[in-house]
């Protein structure tokens, strides 16, 4: 649980700030969770490979009080597949959602965190702003993504020159004269460069 935490927090920071290190950080704790912790059912074993004394190793993901580690490890590993276009990711995810598919059938109230992870899956925006960090236009348009409410937004600050991994829906696209600019990509295809926040915001909206 606390590595899933700690992996969904990071990523968080990463959105906000733009720094790799903070999605670097997340991915080194998701292949910490995947050598210790991983169930070869599918999702994760709430306590290390490596516990002593222990009766026995137990698996859940019906959230309570507390999100699940597993509906929050499997949010991380869609957030990372959609952020790298790593494949790995996808499959780890869909199989932490497959691992507890009969429960979520028979009661799916207690499993909110891998329900929205499907949908993340399925239906995310992503969102990639092409632009110096702190600059000024590229603050603008974070303010447009930032003052919507998008639940399955998954949102990266790529500064002018970094490549996005080839698999990426908006692997080569790069700045539109000069200036910050964002775009929007649904199940693979990605909008018009937009430049300005009432096109970015506009974008997001459907308006």
Same mark, same amino acid.
Request: net charge negative; glycine share 10%.
């Given at each position: 649980?606390?590595?899933?935490?700690?992996?969904?927090?990071?990523?968080?920071?990463?959105?906000?700030?733009?720094?790799? &290190?903070?999605?670097?950080?997340?991915?080194?704790?998701?292949?910490?969770?995947?050598?210790?912790?991983?169930?070869?059912?599918?999702?994760?074993?709430?306590?290390?490979?490596?516990?002593?004394?222990?009766?026995?190793?137990?698996?859940?993901?019906?959230?309570?009080?507390?999100?699940?580690?597993? &509906?929050?490890?499997?949010?991380?590993?869609?957030?990372?597949?959609?952020?790298?276009?790593?494949?790995?990711?996808?499959?780890?995810?869909?199989?932490?959602?497959?691992?507890?598919?009969?429960?979520?059938?028979?009661?799916?109230?207690?499993?909110?965190?891998?329900?929205?992870?499907?949908?993340?899956?399925?239906?995310?925006?992503?969102?990639?702003?092409? &632009?110096?960090?702190?600059?000024?236009?590229?603050?603008?348009?974070?303010?447009?993504?930032?003052?919507?409410?998008?639940?399955?937004?998954?949102?990266?600050?790529?500064?002018?020159?970094?490549?996005?991994?080839?698999?990426?829906?908006?692997?080569?696209?790069?700045?539109?004269?000069?200036?910050?600019?964002?775009?929007?990509?649904?199940?693979?295809?990605?909008?018009?460069?937009?430049?300005?926040?009432?096109?970015?915001?506009?974008?997001?909206?459907?308006?």
């Amino acid at each position: 649980d606390d590595y899933a935490s700690m992996s969904v927090a990071a990523l968080a920071l990463f959105e906000a700030t733009g720094t790799p &290190g903070y999605r670097e950080r997340a991915q080194n704790w998701a292949a910490t969770v995947e050598r210790h912790f991983h169930d070869a059912d599918g999702g994760y074993i709430l306590t290390a490979d490596d516990g002593n004394d222990l009766i026995a190793r137990t698996k859940t993901a019906a959230d309570g009080a507390l999100p699940s580690g597993n &509906g929050m490890m499997a949010m991380a590993l869609a957030r990372l597949y959609h952020l790298t276009a790593n494949r790995d990711y996808l499959e780890r995810a869909e199989r932490a959602i497959a691992a507890f598919s009969g429960e979520i059938a028979a009661n799916f109230v207690s499993f909110p965190g891998l329900l929205a992870t499907n949908d993340l899956l399925q239906n995310a925006d992503e969102i990639v702003i092409v &632009g110096a960090p702190g600059a000024d236009d590229t603050a603008a348009l974070l303010r447009a993504v930032n003052g919507l409410s998008l639940p399955n937004r998954v949102l990266q600050i790529v500064p002018p020159g970094i490549e996005l991994p080839p698999a990426h829906p908006a692997h080569g696209r790069g700045q539109n004269g000069g200036a910050a600019t964002a775009y929007v990509c649904r199940k693979g295809t990605c909008s018009l460069p937009a430049t300005d926040a009432a096109a970015l915001a506009a974008l997001l909206t459907g308006a």
